[in-house]
């Protein structure tokens, strides 16, 4: 019945903190549950063509002096990469790689204000949950599984040889590597203006962030570029 689900929610939530607890005990840095808003950060995929390493730039400049917690996800093997980003964003980290389960994972994304990261499984599991979520788009797949939701803001590079399937032509994948960390932060920076004026009462989460009136300067819009 309602109160038995109930339970179970409240159950997974408190094993949702632990394991943060926990991470934090045991982690580079020694955090409690963070009160302030949390921003969710993936950095691995499952090939390295598709490995961006400007993430943690882009949220220092997205994100600089605002109150924010990062939380990393990802598998163990991923661990190094997310806690390297975390570091360049220089911004207080719990890095969750290897830590959750699939369904705890999805839990704790939608407590977050908003996530940052490659196109993979847990970009579709911010969707899913409706949490805010900004994407690096490579051409290998472009348009195949992303972008599909109002929640995502996609960043790109667009070259002449997108839909190659990953099968680069190029020492370098310039649709990754080469984006910009700056025009990635215009585009976190323009998500959270989306949530600071959204007429949705969840997404007015995202007001703690104080707007800083990118949405006012672009004129509207969803997505970013590189260049």
Known sequence: DGD???????????????????????????????????????????????IYSGYGAALKEALKGKPVTLIAFGTKN??????????DSGLQGINMCGQLPLRQTA????QCRLVVGAETGTAHLAC???TPNVILLGGGHFGRFMPYSSKTSAVLLPLECFGCNWKCHFPVAH????????????AICFSICLLYTSP????????????????????????GGGG
């Open 4 to 50: 038995l689900l109930l339970s179970i929610r409240r159950q997974r939530q408190m094993c949702i903190r632990e394991r943060i607890r926990l991470a934090g005990m045991y982690g580079q840095v020694p955090v409690t549950v963070p009160s302030h808003p949390v921003v969710g950060l993936f950095a691995g995929a499952r090939f390295g063509v598709r």
């Open 78 to 87: 991923e661990f190094d990469l997310n806690q390297a980003q975390i570091g």
């Open 107 to 110: 839990a704790l994304i939608k």
């Open 128 to 130: 899913a949950v409706g």
């Open 175 to 186: 649709c990754v590597k080469d984006v910009s960390s700056k025009i990635f932060a215009d």
């Open 200 to 223: 949705s009462p969840r997404d007015q989460r995202g007001s703690r962030f104080a707007c800083c009136g990118c949405k006012k300067k672009s004129g509207g819009g969803g997505g």
